[in-house]
């Protein structure tokens, strides 16, 4: 995928085309960001991905917020699973 104008690492993972994410490391700031863009009615906007241990036991991302596309405004959450990362049973 390469890096964006600052030299920042981006990787594009299967997802379906109008949702995005990124992640970067910015070695000034030794900091990692994971970022999901969502694009609606032609509008982009990114969203911050906050790591999570969900209830179940699984591990992944979650992010929320509002965006405005078309003249209306939406509230966006977005949850990322790793898919197995659930404890298994005994």
């Keep these: 995928m390469g890096s964006d104008s600052n030299g920042n ?22 900091s990692d960001v994971d970022m999901a863009t969502i694009q609606l ?19 992944g991302y979650h992010a929320q917020g509002k965006m405005e596309a078309n003249g209306k405004r939406f509230q966006v959450n977005i949850l990322v699973v790793e898919i197995g990362s659930k404890p298994k049973e005994k």
């Design 9 to 30: 690492e981006k990787v594009k993972k299967d997802r379906p085309t109008n949702i995005t994410m990124y992640h970067w490391k910015d070695d000034d700031k030794m």
């Design 41 to 59: 009615g032609g509008e982009k906007q990114n969203f911050i991905l906050n790591k999570k241990d969900f209830k179940t036991g699984s591990k």
